[in-house]
């Protein structure tokens, strides 16, 4: 059974950075595409940044430039243990729940992870950035 604990979130002044963290346990598969997308109070959530195994990755718009998406793989079976979001000149409007999910590999490529449901996601981790 998949399973995906984020940690990292907290609370942090305008300009900081956090590094959040996702657990994976129970994914065996060595193709596949991860990432995170954002839960914001009254708004939908967005997509934030995905990574596929090749390394490819690509970002919402919002946070270019200032998220950097990273993994840990199992150097035997290539499978992914651990996905890393490192995020820099954080805003107050970073502030959300930041989930770790699974997406299609079709959806990554095709840029709808942005819009479409994850396939598997964790409970989140909790960002908050003051001015």
């Known amino acids: 059974q998949v399973q995906l604990q984020e940690s990292g979130g907290g609370s942090v002044q305008s300009g900081g950075s956090l590094k959040l963290a996702c657990e994976i346990s129970?994914?065996?598969?060595?193709?596949?595409?991860m990432g995170w997308f954002r839960q914001f109070p009254d708004k939908e959530r967005e997509g934030v940044a995905v990574?596929?195994?090749?390394?490819?990755?690509?970002?919402?718009?919002?946070v270019k430039g200032r998220f950097t998406i990273s993994q840990d793989i199992a150097k035997d079976t290539l499978y992914p243990q651990a996905l890393y979001l490192h995020m820099n000149s954080l805003t107050p409007d970073d502030s959300a729940i930041y989930i770790c999910?699974?997406?299609?590999?079709?959806?990554?490529?095709?840029?709808?992870?942005?819009?479409?449901?994850?396939?598997?996601w964790g409970q989140g981790t909790q960002v908050t950035v003051s001015s």
């Open positions: 999910a699974t997406f299609l590999r079709s959806d990554c490529r095709s840029g709808s992870w942005k819009s479409v449901p994850a396939l598997k």
């Open positions: 129970g994914y065996r598969y060595s193709r596949y595409c």
């Open positions: 990574l596929e195994n090749d390394g490819s990755s690509s970002y919402a718009d919002s």
